[in-house]
């Protein structure tokens, strides 16, 4: 799937001249924990979240210190900045600005990369640089729950069951040796010896997967001891 396919394409956007507090209240009144921030022509020139809000002095939550002179003049740029955080009336003074976007055509599989590194709640989708969609943590879960119901309608066969299962081993270094399966009105029956709890348990979480699967039953055995041990 691409980020095309799950987006939220409602995108809620604030400007940059905006005040903190318009904009506080617009994601409260929302329900949204960010929002992307456009110029005039729509062009993305930011991101504004609930984690640039989180150090306020209207309400207590600033850490700007007062230091001496010397310790100024090395903290100086840190300061400034969660000062400008802390005390600033403008959306464009408390916005992130470099922010990640990706295309419509991207992959989730990228986008959750980039949300897990990054440490992002949420990637603007742009055309020919406009937002014109936006990828949220909520849009993946949402897409996870829509395709796990999808599957739970979709029937087959015992054979095709079986040959698809097969394949899915095929070649994985924790397929127990001497396998055999077998699938019964949905159910896959796991016969065999295993080396590990682990393998059986991949094998089982392998079968059910698959579309169709009623269920997984375990008859598997352990390697036999070997003498001495």
């Known amino acids: 799937m691409r980020a095309l396919d799950v987006m939220t394409t409602n995108v809620v956007t604030v400007k940059p001249d905006m005040t903190v507090r318009d904009a506080a209240s617009l994601l409260v009144e929302r329900h949204i924990s960010g929002a992307p921030v456009v110029d005039a022509g729509g062009r993305l020139v930011g ?5 640039d809000l989180l150090r306020r002095v209207e309400i207590g939550t600033d850490k700007t210190t007062r230091r001496g002179r010397w310790l100024d003049f090395f903290a ?3 300061d400034a900045d969660a000062y ?8 464009e003074d408390v916005m992130t600005h470099e922010v990640i976007c990706v295309g419509e055509e991207e992959s989730l599989s990228k986008i959750a990369t980039i949300m897990e590194t990054r440490g992002v709640k949420r990637v603007p989708v742009l055309r020919d640089g406009q937002v014109v969609g936006i990828v949220s943590r ?5 897409a996870l729950a829509s ?12 054979r095709e069951i079986r040959e698809q299962l097969m394949s899915e081993l095929e070649g994985r270094p924790w397929s127990f040796a001497g396998r055999n399966l077998v699938v019964e009105n949905g159910v896959v029956h796991l016969w065999g010896i295993f ?35």
Do not use: C, W
């Not at 400008?84 to 959306?91: C, D, G, L, T």
């Not at 119901?149 to 066969?157: D, G, K, R």
């Open 84 to 91: 400008v955080k802390s005390h600033a009336n403008r959306v």
């Open 76 to 78: 100086a740029r840190a």
């Open 195 to 229: 080396s590990s709890m682990e393998a059986v348990q991949a094998v089982r979480v392998a079968a059910e997967r698959i579309p169709g699967v009623r269920g997984v039953e375990d008859h598997t055995e352990p390697y036999p001891a070997m003498p001495g041990f």
């Open 147 to 158: 395709r796990a119901q999808e599957a739970e309608t979709v029937s087959a066969t015992d």
């Open 138 to 142: 909520a849009n993946l879960l949402q």
């Open 47 to 51: 991101i504004i979240s609930e984690g």
